[in-house]
């Protein structure tokens, strides 16, 4: 038995209001556990509850029995929702069916109400092989990017039927002569794939702090609409560039991203914190559980009146 | 073609210091695979971002993660400046797979096993390293009936002193000899037990 989500007519399909979430994270167990108000829906990487053998090898995911068994527990409690790190939707050398039909797999006994995965490529050819630099890469945002990604998409929504979400990437080197602004693209690729916005607010607070950007800019020519989930988070500065570590509370540049656009975003699902485990210890159990009643103040706030009460 | 050749030089430029050199030194001549005129132009203009040098710290970090995290007492055993040296020309002669921490760490280890069949020499290496390999073989994730049974390591000096002078961050210093084996085993909920033994027979 899983915990209740309630679905709403009027928000892309399926996609109910959660309200606040949390990144599952082992070492944040022991906070989850005892936190429980404190956050509504839990938000877990599915690639850390199994292993992958590798393309073609059979069976290819071998799941971890106790990680099974911890999140069957806390399901029945909350909501939770998918976040993958495995699929690497960009790589042009193949499209990792076997990855979809994993996510499928799991859609089948959880039933979550959207999944999402990020917007970039992180396995390449290589030689003979192929390489997994474990950094998001950046796809040039011109038409050939749509082109391979618009048919993954729609043949993910085809097999999941739940929204699928892609996250707007942090990367640290831009391509010039793009044929799209990065807002165009990702409004493009919704429009024409089905897909919906994992909008990660520290992703482009740290793009715009390390290129001297706008947030408000690519905010303003984004598609609201399309946003069904938010991520804010914590980084720090080093070797020259500002980074999307995961290693704190938020600064306040990224909570007034949240306060221009909670009130923009009509089919929002939830706003996540996110934070790495290894940092809990440094971040501690009050100043996480403020991160969290900060984000559901607002989050109430900016409810739509009809959901108040 | 060409995109997933491009894709292939910027991960390429990510993760091959040398072929990331070989571009800034020569230019286009030194690219793989066909690639368009703008695509040449973006290899081009991103060898000389220091962006790229951040992207590459962050992959360092992605795969040292994974060392650090797995084999303390190998780690400890090296020390920093061996250890950044064996990791390097791992990496050159290793890239990255895979996101998951144990089979990066069990190749990291098969490769230093390989440098001390070739001539390394490093007191203890051998002895350390073939048990957290052990270790590791025990936690990797299998279909069920390739779970080994157990491991079994063989000792010539005493493992117990041996392991608390690395886990207190000291070099080992005038450890006694003992011959003796480890034989590690997993239980019903996966958990990997240890156990000390003076036998040496392999039917233990």
Partial sequence: MSAQVVIEGNQPPFAPRLGVGLLYQEELRPFIECQKSSFDFLEVIPDLFWTDLGPNQSPRYIENRQAMEILRQLQADVPIVLH???????????FDREHVSQIARWYERMKFPWHSDHLAFIVAAHGAGEVNVGVTLPLPYDEESLDLLVPRVSEIGSRIPRPFLLENNVYFFK???????????????????GCYLLLDLHNLYTNSRNHAADSYVFLNELNLSNVVEIHIAGGLQ????????????????????????????????????????????DVG?????????RIKEMWLRHQPASQQG | MTQRAFQAAVARLVVDPA????????GAA?????????????????????????????????????????????????????LAKEIGSFWEATPSDSHYFLDESIAFCDFLRKRLRSGLRIKHLEEIVTYERANLNLRRARIEPEVPKREIVRFRYDPIILFEQLVKGKHPRAVPERTCTMIGRVNKEGEVHWRLSEKVSDKL
């Fill in chain 1, 175 to 193: 391509y010039p002569d793009q044929e799209l602004t990065e807002a165009a693209f990702l409004n493009q690729l919704c429009e024409r794939s």
């Fill in chain 2, 30 to 82: 030194a690219l793989e695979g066909e690639l368009t005129s703008i695509e040449q132009q973006r290899v081009m203009s991103i060898v000389g971002e220091k962006g790229l040098d951040a992207t590459r710290t962050l992959h360092k970090s992605f795969r040292l993660t994974k060392l650090y995290s797995t084999l303390p007492l190998t780690r400890q055993l090296l020390g920093p400046n061996r």
């Fill in chain 1, 238 to 281: 080093h070797d020259g560039f500002y980074q999307d570590a995961h290693s704190g509370i938020s600064p306040d540049g990224v909570w007034e991203l949240l306060e221009w656009v909670l009130p923009r975003c009509p089919n929002l699902g939830g706003v996540v914190f996110e934070l790495l485990g290894s940092w809990y210890v």
């Fill in chain 1, 84 to 94: 993958s790190i495995g699929l690497s939707i960009g790589s042009a050398h193949r």
């Fill in chain 1, 285 to 293: 159990e009050d100043r996480l559980i403020a991160q969290l009643s």
């Fill in chain 2, 19 to 26: 072929f990331r050199d070989r571009v800034r030194a020569i």
